[in-house]
């Protein structure tokens, strides 16, 4: 910079940090004289549970003496389940790929694809001329020999005639035996054949095995099949019953088996992939022999009837398997608190006073837990509303097992009451009368402020009151 060039002032922003702090000080300062200080000076006369707390009502000891709202629960005697989770697939109970079993044209298609079927249900046509021709041939051939065998039998019964008579000789008469039995044997030959073209006659009939549900078509009318044709024609599916195929840790088996030992069926529940909705019921079916050591699981299989068809093939599904049932104190699930202590609740006594209560928890079956040591059967624990709980308080019982309470006045109580609701006049019917006596309870429109918990009619501060008489 030359020196012709004037300076530029750099900006003061350190003047404004102070200002700023200035500020900020008279706030402070302003807020504790209008509210800290005149708030914890009580005026002659004035009960003292009209202070809610030591220091006014932004003191420290002012969210001490209030009452928290909690809801409870009480802990009864329930149905524990035991009941192991995994995630399964659904399983066709049967499938079958339909095939032709003979060569020909498909001169009918009768099904639709998706379409149920039973067993026995006609589902397609081959061409059946070449095989009608083939029978028939065997049947002509049949008759023939059947002819012969009629006239080598009424050959037999002449020379066996002429034998007795001395007139052949024996030689002639084994030969025309021999003969008879060679045509008795190719009877059973003809008959035979008759049987196998009738069976590929029938085959030209391609019926449905099972019952179930039909896939897509693979082949159209028209088309040239064979018994050699992988694909084959259409699949079918039996989904009523239908199963799944769901695995379990080494851990757990222990368990499931011996109740399969035992004889006992086990129920098994099905949920959607989102464990909401319910997709049926079943019994466990079967067990596998061998544990995978690839990932130390076991494999199970379920059945189910599958009435509603809510089940389908390759599809998942969340599997509950119910081993056993017991009966056990039990509280929601809500209300056990784990800390440094372990597992402990918040027990409420008779009148409203909160202690810290550990337990020995059991199974967790669905929202409840069970307790196998530390509470008794009609002891109330708190499930809501324990975020403020400390040992010793005392607390506003908003429900009880989901029953609402009803709140009870609290005549001279300051401060917000347990709903938050409307002001507590005691005595005084109207505004002046509950701002003199100070002895409203929440918020309301009548009572001073620093000895109702409200703001009268006087402006919210305590007028100073006036001077005695000298005494003459």
Not at 121 to 135: G, H, K, S, T, Y
Not at 335 to 351: C, H, K, R
Not at 419 to 429: D, L, N
Request: aromatic share 4%.
């Amino acid at each position: 910079m030359s020196l012709s060039e004037p300076a530029v002032p750099k900006p003061r922003r350190g003047r404004a940090f102070v200002w700023l702090l200035v500020l900020v000080l008279l706030a402070s300062g302003g807020y504790w004289y209008f509210f800290a200080r005149q708030g914890g000076s009580v005026p002659k006369g004035a009960p003292s549970s009209a202070s809610p707390g030591a220091g006014g009502p932004f003191g420290p000891g002012a969210f001490r003496s209030m009452t928290v709202p909690v809801r409870l629960a009480t802990a009864r005697e329930e149905t524990i389940q035991h009941t192991l989770r995994a995630i399964g697939t659904v399983t066709a109970f049967n499938t079958v790929v339909v095939r032709s079993r003979v060569g020909g044209d498909l001169l009918q298609v009768n099904f639709e694809e998706g379409q149920a079927v039973n067993a026995g249900d006609l589902l397609a046509l081959i061409d059946p001329r070449e095989f009608q021709v083939a029978l028939d041939q065997a049947k002509g051939q049949q008759q023939q020999n059947a002819a012969q065998l009629e006239s080598a039998r009424r050959d037999l019964e002449r020379y066996r005639l002429l034998f007795k008579q001395n007139s052949i000789a024996r030689q002639q008469v084994e030969q025309q035996e021999a003969l008879v039995k060679q045509l008795e044997g190719a009877r059973v030959s003809d008959q035979a054949a008759v049987d196998n073209a009738g069976l590929q006659l029938s085959y030209t009939r391609i019926t449905a095995p099972i019952s179930g549900r039909l896939g897509l078509r693979k082949v159209d009318q028209g088309n040239f099949v064979s018994a050699s044709d992988a694909d084959g024609l259409v699949t079918i599916t039996q989904t009523q019953p239908i199963s799944v195929e769901f695995t379990l840790p080494q851990s757990e088996v222990g368990a499931v088996l011996a109740q399969v030992r035992a004889g006992n069926a086990l129920d098994v529940v099905l949920r959607d992939q989102n464990d909401i909705q319910e997709l049926g019921r079943g019994r466990l079916m079967s067990v596998d022999n061998q544990i995978d050591v690839t990932t130390g699981t076991l494999k199970l299989k379920a059945r189910f009837e599958n009435e509603d068809e809510l089940l389908f093939p390759n599809q998942f599904v969340n599997v509950r398997l119910l081993v056993s049932k017991e009966r056990s104190l039990a509280v929601p699930s809500a209300a056990v608190q784990v800390g440094s202590i372990g597992s402990f609740v918040y027990l409420v006594d008779d009148s409203n006073k909160v202690s810290i209560q550990r337990i020995v928890t059991g199974r967790v079956d669905g929202s409840v837990t069970a307790v196998r040591e530390g509470l008794q059967g009609g002891q109330r624990v708190v499930v809501e509303g324990m975020d403020r709980l400390r040992e010793g308080a005392t607390v506003d019982v908003v429900s009880v097992d989901g029953k609402e309470v009803a709140a009870a006045a609290k005549p001279g109580a300051g401060g917000r009451g347990p709903r938050g609701g409307g002001a507590s006049r005691a005595e005084g019917s109207t505004p002046a009368e509950g701002a003199a006596r100070g002895e409203g309870g929440a918020r309301g429109p009548g009572a001073a402020r620093g000895e109702g918990g409200g703001r009268g009619d006087t402006g919210g501060r305590p007028q100073p009151s006036a001077p005695a008489p000298a005494a003459h």
